[in-house]
């Protein structure tokens, strides 16, 4: 489901599987090669407008099962809701369970895993992190 004025640019990816749900406000743009992927639900306020190569996922495989491969566990789904007025920067990456409050600007290259308030800038520090999976 789609507001007025919605637009889009060159590759977009919409993916809606097992009753996902993607609802989208007045005047919202995707750049290129934006992507969204549903099982749950995603929501895009108002105004809101997206860098190139975006994507946003409400679900991630279950991996917590070394006996089972991946591919064969299945997902954990949150919905993400997006506010209005937003700018979202290329290649940010959303996921699953995010809230993002309105009029929030989230810097290019961003990976957000948890949710944002109201009126802010977020850009994210470069630092690799490695730790062993949790069983």
Known sequence: MYGKRFHMRRAFQLTIENGGRVVL???VFFNDFCALHARKSITIGDGTIFG???RIYD???RFA???T???DQGYSEAAV???KHCWIGSSVTILKGVTIGDNVVVGAGCVVVKDIPDNVIVRQNTELVIEEIRR
Do not use: R
């Open 59 to 61: 679900h991630n495989h």
């Open 81 to 83: 809701s997006i506010g």
């Open 52 to 54: 190139e190569n975006v």
């Open 25 to 27: 406000g007045d005047d």
């Open 65 to 67: 099962d070394p006996t």
């Open 69 to 71: 491969p991946i591919k």
